[in-house]
């Protein structure tokens, strides 16, 4: 396809997005220089985002978008030749010819789509925080329960493991005398507190954050197997880039978790994908719905780390399309590396309105010909004022265009069609099912059982299974397991010698164990050492 195609309107190079006086092209090549979509409700926002996500398809460009209120999902379902639909068409030199795209529907709880998880050492510890709306210190001592988990082995799996790590930092205040029972997790204990102080206090703040979240349906979010972000950058037979679509609709019921779940992702992609340079079409495009929720009260810290990776990924060959309401939505230092605009009509009933309408306007590059702000008011529906980067990458005069109809059907599926999609989805049965592997849950637990069983030979009990029989078998080669007042010098010095190398074949063979697991929570333990721009670890 050389030329501008008559049904399409899209050429190998650009994709026809609407025409006024002058006809809207979003070239390819530039559109990893991220975009907005902004506008009032109701003005026609989710169809221009349909519009352009179509574009990108038929470019084979996969795409990754949020369905906010399930309107999106018609893309994956063929398109229908309506009157105002073919009026419109044929106003813009179209011939409209129905089509629809390959779709993959994903739901964090499972319900409409293939389940998506994350691990929480994939989270981290600054997006956790995000989610768990944490307070500073609350923060640090997430900061050190994660590198507690990294130093020892303790795979962070799921909500479980968490919450026994969180358990394990906690100082253990009980009797400290000769008779008292050996604290299995003194080590760990330890080393949190050589962090820093880490009170009972503040993890408990944090559990009941955690119960908060649990209540919410965030329990489903972690786990495995965890999503692999290879599965969005995926063409159909056809080479038309897959649509991803997350349905979000009680997602958004909890915005901290889905701007946070978002943010993730995108964080992923950051850190998974190769520096690319310049392409002549990006390897994903993602749109980011209700976009103010990622700004909303985040502190500076995160800022700063949101900036860097909008501003980094697009040299990774992401493009990144915010959709909300008003430009002011998006912080400034944000808002200037977006630069491909689609302005839907806003409404000013109001001194402070009129103040946002005008601070729309002053985000296009001006036309002599047009009054910017006069004209976001009086925009009908389907129309749009737009600025797309022109050759040379420096942003089009704004123009006043009529959004085109989109190929697709315009509206929800049914259930039954959903259904029919998921049962020949290209990732059915990968995420379905919900693993359970050895963690940090499961790592605590033996090292409690193995003290219980130590304790029970030392009580004259048979107890305690294999590891307390090779506890015992150990402890009395090197006198460890004698009470502490009978102990000689060398009995400690032998003592805190096998302590020290035991812990470490412990935490060998946890990472040896981790790494032959498949491939999620091995390379979660084979990479716990380095951490990423948002606090999730580096794949490299």
Same mark, same amino acid.
């Given at each position: 396809?050389?030329?501008?195609?008559?049904?399409?309107?899209?050429?190998?190079?650009?994709?026809?997005?609407?025409?006024?006086?002058?006809?809207?092209?979003?070239?390819?090549?530039?559109?990893?220089?991220?975009?907005? +979509?902004?506008? @009032?409700?109701?003005?026609?926002?989710?169809?221009?985002?349909?519009?352009?996500?179509?574009?990108?398809?038929?470019?084979?460009?996969?795409?990754?978008?949020?369905?906010?209120?399930?309107?999106?999902?018609?893309?994956?379902?063929?398109?229908? @030749?309506?009157?105002? =639909?073919?009026?419109?068409?044929?106003?813009?030199?179209? #011939?409209?010819?129905?089509? /629809?795209?390959?779709?993959?529907?994903?739901?964090?709880?499972?319900?409409?789509?293939?389940?998506?998880?994350?691990?929480?050492?994939?989270?981290?510890?600054?997006?956790?925080?995000?989610?768990?709306?944490?307070?500073?210190? %609350?923060?640090? +001592?997430?900061? +050190?329960?994660?590198?507690?988990?990294?130093?020892?082995? !303790?795979?962070?799996?799921?909500?479980?493991? !968490?919450?026994?790590?969180?358990? @394990?930092?906690?100082?253990?205040?009980?009797?400290?005398?000769?008779?008292? @029972? $050996?604290?299995?997790?003194?080590? =760990?204990?330890?080393?949190? /507190?050589?962090?820093?102080?880490?009170?009972?206090?503040?993890?408990?703040?944090?559990?009941?954050?955690?119960?908060?979240?649990?209540?919410?349906?965030?329990?489903?979010?972690?786990?495995?197997?965890?999503?692999?972000?290879?599965?969005?950058?995926?063409?159909?037979?056809?080479?038309?880039?897959? *649509?991803?679509?997350?349905?979000?609709?009680?997602?958004?019921?909890?915005?901290?978790?889905?701007?946070?779940?978002?943010?993730?992702?995108?964080?992923?992609?950051?850190?998974?994908?190769?520096?690319?340079?310049?392409?002549?079409?990006?390897?994903? +495009?993602?749109?980011?719905?209700?976009?103010?929720? !990622?700004?909303?009260?985040?502190?500076?810290?995160?800022?700063?780390?949101?900036? %860097?990776?909008?501003?980094?990924?697009?040299?990774?060959?992401?493009?990144?399309?915010?959709?909300?309401?008003?430009?002011?939505?998006?912080?400034?230092?944000?808002?200037?590396?977006?630069? #491909?605009?689609?302005?839907?009509?806003?409404?000013?009933?109001?001194?402070?309105?009129?103040?946002?309408?005008?601070?729309?306007?002053?985000?296009?590059?001006?036309?002599?010909?047009?009054?910017?702000?006069?004209?976001?008011?009086?925009?009908?529906?389907? $129309?749009?004022?737009?600025?797309?980067?022109?050759? #040379?990458?420096?942003?089009?005069? *704004?123009?006043?265009?009529?959004?085109?109809?989109?190929?697709?059907?315009?509206?929800?599926?049914?259930?039954? $069609?959903?259904?029919?999609i998921m049962g020949a989805s290209p990732v059915k049965g990968k995420y379905d099912t919900a693993v359970d592997e050895e963690s940090a849950y499961e790592m605590i637990q033996k090292r409690i059982a193995?003290?219980?069983?130590?304790?029970?030979?030392?009580?004259?009990?048979?107890?305690?299974?294999?590891?307390?029989?090779?506890?015992?078998?150990?402890?009395?080669?090197?006198?460890?397991?004698?009470?502490?007042?009978?102990?000689?010098?060398?009995?400690?010095?032998?003592?805190?010698?096998?302590?020290?190398?035991?812990?470490? *074949?412990?935490?060998?063979?946890?990472?040896?164990?981790?790494?032959? *697991?498949?491939?999620?929570?091995?390379?979660?333990?084979?990479?716990t050492l380095v951490r990423g721009a948002l606090g999730g670890l580096l794949r490299r």
């Open positions: 396809m050389t030329a501008q195609d008559s049904k399409l309107g899209d050429t190998d190079d650009k994709i026809f997005v609407g025409k006024g006086d002058e006809q809207a092209w979003l070239t390819l090549a530039l559109a990893n220089r991220h975009g907005l +979509v902004t506008g @009032a409700t109701g003005t026609g926002k989710t169809v221009t985002l349909q519009v352009m996500a179509e574009g990108f398809a038929r470019a084979g460009v996969p795409v990754f978008a949020a369905d906010i209120k399930g309107d999106l999902s018609g893309i994956a379902e063929v398109g229908e @030749a309506k009157d105002f =639909i073919v009026k419109r068409a044929s106003a813009m030199g179209l #011939n409209f010819q129905p089509d /629809q795209f390959s779709t993959v529907f994903w739901d964090v709880f499972g319900e409409q789509g293939h389940p998506v998880r994350a691990t929480v050492t994939e989270m981290g510890p600054l997006l956790l925080a995000r989610m768990l709306d944490l307070n500073d210190v %609350q923060e640090g +001592v997430l900061n +050190v329960a994660f590198r507690v988990a990294d130093d020892n082995g !303790l795979t962070l799996i799921d909500m479980k493991d !968490l919450r026994a790590l969180l358990d @394990a930092i906690v100082p253990d205040n009980g009797k400290k005398g000769a008779d008292a @029972a $050996e604290d299995p997790l003194a080590a =760990i204990r330890k080393a949190a /507190q050589g962090f820093g102080n880490v009170t009972k206090a503040t993890v408990g703040t944090i559990q009941r954050q955690l119960l908060v979240l649990e209540n919410q349906g965030g329990t489903k979010f972690f786990g495995e197997p965890a999503l692999t972000l290879k599965d969005f950058l995926k063409t159909d037979r056809d080479g038309r880039g897959m *649509v991803n679509i997350l349905v979000a609709d009680k997602l958004l019921q909890n915005p901290r978790l889905y701007a946070t779940f978002l943010l993730w992702m995108l964080s992923e992609l950051f850190e998974e994908l190769p520096e690319a340079g310049d392409l002549p079409k990006p390897k994903l +495009v993602f749109f980011f719905d209700e976009a103010h929720l !990622l700004f909303n009260d985040a502190p500076k810290a995160l800022m700063d780390k949101i900036e %860097q990776v909008v501003r980094l990924i697009r040299s990774k060959g992401v493009g990144v399309y915010f959709v909300t309401q008003n430009p002011v939505d998006v912080p400034d230092r944000v808002l200037g590396q977006l630069g #491909n605009r689609v302005q839907h009509a806003l409404r000013a009933f109001t001194p402070r309105d009129q103040k946002a309408v005008a601070a729309a306007a002053q985000t296009f590059r001006p036309n002599p010909k047009l009054d910017t702000a006069k004209l976001i008011m009086e925009l009908g529906k389907g $129309e749009a004022l737009v600025s797309f980067l022109e050759g #040379n990458g420096t942003p089009a005069m *704004v123009e006043r265009v009529m959004i085109r109809p989109p190929s697709a059907r315009i509206g929800p599926i049914t259930p039954d $069609e959903r259904k029919a193995g003290t219980a069983a130590t304790a029970d030979v030392q009580a004259g009990g048979n107890g305690g299974g294999l590891l307390g029989q090779i506890g015992s078998i150990v402890g009395t080669i090197f006198g460890t397991n004698v009470k502490r007042g009978r102990l000689s010098t060398g009995q400690v010095i032998a003592r805190d010698v096998t302590r020290s190398v035991t812990n470490q *074949v412990i935490g060998g063979m946890a990472a040896n164990i981790g790494k032959s *697991v498949g491939g999620q929570l091995g390379g979660s333990i084979g990479r």
